[in-house]
């Protein structure tokens, strides 16, 4: 969303701020969803997680994706302070990090399919949930792909919300992932 | 044309997903063509591709990939049928497509009627009527759900909160075009043999039946993703917005039964959209949520069915409950009585809404301890309903009640809504509630609720803001007429329905026990009286649109803003933004203005138009 | 640490994340009421040092 939708009122809240708040209740809207399935989680599973999960892919793309957070909160940083080359540097680190995330997922969807198939209690949650976050992964690789090619033409030296929209979804995705990975794995 | 163009982008979009997923099924050993896992997700991308060729490509996404976007240069009658970003277009679009749907809804009804006249099988076997039992709920749910905030949350809340336009106008016109691939699915699912499962496509059934339960599913899917993005462009409009001086306390309480709905659905119908996600993917991907033998639960379907499906019943009824209780403040020259009172009803129901679910699963066999908080959650529920009926009643007491057509609408509504909504008690009672379930008194009392309550408000509404949408006065006779014999006939065709529930006949079967025939004869032949009161509707509607009386400016004398502007109102509604003085409703307050437009303030207009 | 905005913020996720495995792993009593806590704490400092949470109540800065 640009400046060529609707113009403020003189006395009204600016651009920004109306498209901040709208952000806001989109994740507000997209976390009841994320909510609603751990309670699917707890109400079919109660607490217990199948042992075949494995710990050590859960722990490294759980901290993998911890750090696309921070580099995607850098990208905004430069973003802000106007420091095009870093921003981009840094939303290349995410969308890297990020596609490792997603490969780790990949890669434990593989052993899910012998272990826990979809047609067990714990495998319709496990490939549910992961995959509707994956769903959003993808989504949000996408968004920082598109702002890189943006960014190299020049696109947000004055007008940095679209980076800052983008960085924001990655960061809710990643606050999803934050419930979702002791949900899945630990409890 | 641009119906066309979408058309086409839907199917080559259609078609790549379709080979997409085809590949990947190939890739991992299945049998490339599966109706159901195909279409699934194909639908998806057909849904993007609709979207970029209805309009999105040309007028917003080009320009993410450093690409001019095309300037907008429709005009005329043309732009209802493009990606226009007005308010105004886009709340008409809805108003008409709704109303399209709701009258093929209510060929539906007639059918059934027809059916039902007789015992014994007489022009549908028993899966016909289902699926058109089905398709006549699912279709009367939609409009009930999104008609209303559609058509008159678009055109009416922006003018009276003294905007230009929504906070985002262009998501604003990608909520309307979302919805016309729901008619599309709908269509599809009937075309493909329909589903048998009624609208609340209860799983295990839903499940196991037949492809057109799958566009079912995706056809709820699509309309709660419309009703999202809809519902957040209203909630920030409302929020950042309004002019100044519009405090919160001086809102039209119409902005705010608006407002309160779409927190509703900004934050409930995401569970409609994991519903209908998981009976997909237990039909397509080999999942297992509702099936017990694999450790699945076929109640917890229920569970998240109504966790949406009954603060939906409020995403129906507030709309009308702020129509009414705008156009009672307007009609009895009065201020609305206990304004702040309505308010907190409103804001009490929003909040108690989503305490109340199971009480439309006392005989689903949960467990036994939830049946008793549920029942006296719902009961408390009818205590900020009272609260809205209260300052209803209040503002009609000493009123100079003027029986316009919108005001016996308003009437209309209260009347039958107290109907339903006392019907609602028993029914939360469990004993009662177990003795009632599935028979006619739930049907009864949810036609009294949503066609008595939310239809009837979307009436008043149409007949209210007609003038101000279209520049022409609707023709008050046939209007009349109209008004008389849709009442009768609602409430002819739906008491006696209470009777034959009431002595055991069930609902959602297209068969009954000889001895309630005489009944049901009235029923249906009150039916299609009723039915045929919307020709009368119809006519008026489009002779008026065009050949009606042009309207004043102000044709109630109302004191909100949209009525202080042209009929219908120019591009930007107000030519400086307008400055609030004072709440809406001071009638019968000498010199009070509720906002200077800055072109020479308003004059007292309730007083100009009749004193 | 010093021109290096956000960096206690991801050391501390991290940490709590190593922290959150062990709980789990050594099936420490009172197991899921520490992931809760745990888990509330990681998605508030997303929420307040990544996500500027409080520049929607105040007024802004770009
Ligand atoms: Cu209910």
Do not use: C
């Not at chain 2, 659905?265 to 409609?272: E, H, N, V, Y």
């Not at chain 2, 603060?311 to 009824?317: G, H, N, R, S, T």
């Amino acid at each position: 969303m640009t400046v060529t939708d609707a113009p403020p009122l003189e006395h009204g809240v600016s651009r920004i701020k109306i498209n901040r708040i709208g952000l806001w209740l989109f994740f507000l809207s997209e976390a009841m969803l994320f909510a609603g399935l751990i309670a699917i989680r707890f109400s079919l599973l109660g607490t217990e997680v199948d042992e075949a999960v494995s710990q050590s892919i859960g722990l490294v793309i759980t901290v993998i994706l911890l750090a696309s957070s921070y580099t995607a909160f850098r990208a905004e940083h430069a973003a802000h302070k106007g420091d095009q080359a870093a921003m981009v540097q840094y939303l290349w680190a995410t969308l890297i990090l990020g596609t490792i995330f997603l490969g780790g997922v990949a890669f434990e969807w593989y052993e899910a399919f012998m272990e826990f198939p979809p047609g067990t209690a714990f495998g319709t949650v496990f490939f549910t949930m992961t995959g509707i976050h994956a769903f959003h992964v993808i989504t949000g690789l996408i968004f920082l792909t598109v702002l890189i090619r943006n960014a190299k033409a020049g696109r947000y030296a004055d007008d940095s919300w679209p980076v800052e929209a983008g960085v924001k979804y990655w960061h809710f995705v990643d606050i999803v992932w934050v419930f979702f990975y002791p949900v899945l794995y630990l409890i | 044309m641009n119906i066309v163009r979408g058309l086409i982008g839907g199917a080559v979009g259609y078609i790549l997903g379709a080979a997409l997923l085809m590949t990947i099924r190939v890739a991992t050993g299945a049998r490339a063509w599966e109706v159901e896992s195909v279409s699934a997700g194909a639908w998806m991308f057909a849904l993007i591709g609709w979207l970029l060729a209805v309009g999105v490509w040309r007028y917003w996404a080009r320009e993410w990939f450093g690409l001019e976007l095309v300037p907008y240069t429709t005009t005329g009658w043309r732009r209802y049928l493009d990606f226009d970003t007005d308010h105004k277009v886009i709340g008409i679009q809805y108003l008409v497509k709704f109303l399209t749907m709701f009258f093929m809804a209510g060929l539906f009804a007639m059918l059934m009627r027809y059916e039902l006249m007789d015992n014994g099988e007489a022009l549908l076997d028993s899966g016909r009527y289902n699926a058109i039992m089905s398709l006549h709920g699912t279709m009367m749910v939609f409009v009930a759900v999104a008609a209303t905030v559609g058509a008159f949350g678009n055109f009416v809340v922006p003018i009276m909160i003294g905007a230009d336009d929504m906070a985002f106008p262009r998501l604003n016109a990608l909520s309307f075009w979302l919805i016309p691939p729901v008619l599309i699915a709908l269509t599809v699912s009937f075309v493909s043999g329909g589903y048998d499962t009624g609208w609340t496509g209860y799983a295990p059934l839903s499940v196991e039946s037949d492809v057109g339960g799958l566009f079912f599913n995706l056809a709820f899917f699509t309309l709660g993703l419309s009703s999202i993005i809809g519902a957040l462009n209203i909630i920030v409009t409302v929020v950042t917005m309004r002019a100044k001086g519009m405090n919160w306390m001086r809102l039209p309480i119409f902005v705010w039964s608006i407002f309160v709905t779409s927190i509703l659905s900004l934050i409930f119908t995401q569970f409609i959209a994991l519903a209908m996600l998981m009976v997909v993917l237990d039909r397509t991907a080999g999942m297992v949520f509702f099936d017990p033998a694999s450790g699945g639960d076929p109640l917890l379907y229920q569970h998240i069915f109504w966790f949406y499906s009954h603060p939906a019943v409020y995403i129906m009824i507030l709309p009308a409950f702020g129509i009414t209780l705008e156009i009672i403040s307007h009609f009895s020259r009065k201020p609305l009585f206990g304004y702040k009172w309505a308010v907190g009803g409103l804001l009490g129901i929003m909040g108690m809404s989503m305490f109340v679910w199971a009480h439309h699963m006392f005989t689903s066999g949960m467990a036994e301890a939830l049946r008793k908080p549920f029942l006296a959650s719902t009961e408390l529920i009818s205590i900020p309903t009272g609260m809205i009926f209260l300052s209803a009643v209040g503002t009609l007491w000493l009123g100079k009640i003027r029986l316009e057509l919108p005001m016996l609408f308003a009437l209309a509504v209260l009347f039958n809504f107290l109907i339903g909504g006392i019907t609602g008690v028993f029914l939360a009672d469990v004993p009662v509630d177990i003795q009632l379930q599935d028979t006619y008194f739930v049907v009864a009392h949810l036609h009294y609720v949503v066609l008595g309550g939310g239809i009837f408000g979307l009436f008043a509404a149409i007949y209210y803001w007609f003038p101000k949408m279209t520049g022409r006065m609707m023709n008050d006779r046939l209007g009349k007429i109209h008004f008389w014999w849709m009442m009768v006939g609602f409430n002819v065709t739906f008491l006696p329905m209470f009777i034959v529930g009431l002595q055991g006949m069930n609902r959602r079967v297209a068969d009954y026990t000889p001895d309630l025939v005489g009944t049901n004869r009235v029923i249906s032949m009150a039916g299609f009286f009723l039915g045929t009161s919307f020709v009368v509707f119809l006519y008026n509607f489009i002779y008026s649109w065009i050949k009606g009386a042009k309207a004043p400016a102000n044709p109630w004398g109302a004191r909100t803003l949209e009525w202080q502007v042209p009929s219908p109102p120019p591009h930007e509604n107000f030519e400086v933004p307008p400055i609030i003085l004072a709440d809406p409703y001071g009638y019968g307050e000498p010199d009070s203005d509720h906002a200077d437009l800055g072109i020479g303030t308003l004059p007292k207009i309730q007083e100009t138009v009749e004193a | 640490m010093r021109e290096s905005p956000g960096f206690t913020a991801i050391v501390v996720l991290s940490v709590l994340t190593v922290i959150e495995y062990f709980v789990s792993a050594e099936a420490v009593a009172g197991a899921f009421f520490w992931l809760l806590i745990i888990s509330i704490a990681k998605a508030a400092i997303i929420l307040v040092a990544f996500m500027h949470l409080r520049n929607i109540f105040g007024n802004e800065h770009s």
